[in-house]
């Protein structure tokens, strides 16, 4: 809950941070025109991680406690103000965001007058609170977000439809005609019920002329396409809508709650999968002559850095308003999620501590507080391969753009 780059003395000027956030706010203006969902998702995010920060604001400031810093961004300040006791504002490194709380360790330095308004001298009680805000304006934020999609478009039904919600340029679909909404109705003949049958069809049909029925506006139209041969298997260049159902606005609240419990039984199922030996070996291979091939189910469930997320999110939401409010809600959840890991430095890590404390407080007859000196060399491992993990993810992902 403060800036990891306090400490590092890097050359400011009034003159040259108004420069830099010019550009950032030019480049992001830009964006909006060229690229305006690229855009949406961009500042989606950024929405997601400070409304986490604003939980642990807010939250400190009803129990007590003093917070001096609300910032987007770390290292050197571009810009900012001060309200009463908290300076709100941007920094250069637009890579997250943070609220400091005062006292957040007995490893800072407080002046005498602010002691009693630190974490470390809060009931216990005050303490969970504070660290476990920002988790839950997430997940609040998640369940409001696949709401408000899942009664504008309708509930998820699960595996994709038959239906087109892309085509790739320049494909073997393309270049036969295929469109955006074509529903995939027969292949050489035979009837396609599902996405499962249709991509088992295209793939055994490498090299082949085949003839593929769609229903286009109520009509059927025969259209003759020869799918790539890639890897030994066939490649048309479709995408699939995904397939919903109607939801009534009403019945869309607990669909909504569906929804959460399935995407985090999901998201806990892949940062475990991740983090398995297994998973770790899989991932490694990225980086060697045994990289999985694009859009492979590998390389589809590998880590995506933000890079990664914005330009599979663009493609996926671009002109679906819903789709882009199911995506922001994924990711408030998964952000909720990989916070409550019970390691420092993550919220779940603070909240381990608070919960030792209490236990052993109550076990000694005193209070109990854990000295953070000993659990630094475990906090810079962690911090070591979540850094190495997020920068290996960012490679993988420009090398997909540049592909």
């Known amino acids: 809950m403060k800036d990891p780059l306090d400490h590092v003395q890097l050359s400011e000027t ?3 941070n108004t420069v830099v956030l010019g550009v950032i706010l030019a480049g992001l203006v830009l964006c909006f025109v060229a690229a305006p969902w690229v855009a949406a998702i961009i500042v989606g995010l950024i929405a997601m991680v400070m409304l986490h920060e ?7 400031r009803r129990t007590g406690m003093k917070a001096t810093e609300y910032f987007l961004g770390f290292g050197p300040r571009l810009w900012s103000f001060r309200r009463g006791e908290t300076e709100y504002g941007i920094k250069a490194i637009p890579a997250g965001g943070y609220v400091r709380i005062i006292g957040m360790s007995n490893l800072e330095e407080v002046p005498e007058a602010d002691e009693a308004r630190t974490y470390r001298r809060a009931t216990n009680g005050r303490r969970l609170v504070v660290v476990l805000a920002g988790v839950t304006v997430n997940i609040l934020l998640a369940w409001v977000l696949f709401t408000v999609a899942i009664a504008g478009r309708g509930a998820l039904v699960e595996g994709p439809s038959t239906t087109v919600r892309q085509v790739v340029s320049d494909s073997a679909a393309a270049q036969a005609g295929v469109r955006a909404g074509d529903e995939f109705v027969a292949v050489d003949g035979r009837p396609v019920g599902s996405w499962d049958e249709l991509k088992a069809a295209i793939e055994t049909r490498g090299g ?5 029925v769609v229903r286009r506006g109520g009509e059927r139209i ?9 890897d030994g298997q066939g490649f048309l ?14 019945a869309a609240i607990p669909e909504g709650f ?10 806990g199922q892949g940062i475990a999968r991740i983090f398995s030996p297994a998973g770790v070996e899989q991932y490694s291979r990225n980086f060697t002559s045994q990289a999985p091939a694009p859009g492979s189910v590998a390389d589809q469930e590998r880590p995506r850095s933000l890079i990664g997320i914005v330009d599979e999110g663009s493609t996926i939401v671009e002109g679906d308003i819903w789709g882009l409010f199911y995506l922001l809600g994924a990711v408030s959840l998964v952000l909720a999620l990989f916070n409550l890991i019970p390691l420092l430095p993550f919220d779940g890590g603070h909240a381990v501590i ?6 052993a407080s109550r076990v000694q007859g005193r209070t109990v507080r854990v000295d953070f000196r000993r659990l630094m060399p475990v906090t810079a491992v962690v911090l070591a391969l979540f850094l ?10 420009l090398r997909d753009l540049a592909r």
């Not at 082949?208 to 593929?212: I, L, N, P, S, V």
């Open 14 to 16: 009034r003159r040259g």
């Open 54 to 60: 604003a939980g642990h604001l807010i939250a400190a």
């Open 208 to 212: 082949e002329a085949t003839t593929f």
């Open 222 to 230: 025969a259209l003759r396409a020869t799918p790539d041969e890639r």
């Open 237 to 250: 260049g479709v995408s699939p809508a995904t397939a919903v159902r109607d939801v009534s606005p009403l």
């Open 258 to 267: 569906r929804t959460l419990g399935e995407v985090t039984v999901a998201t």
């Open 354 to 359: 608070v919960g030792y404390e209490a236990v």
């Open 388 to 397: 190495m993990l997020g920068v290996s993810a960012m490679i993988l992902d």
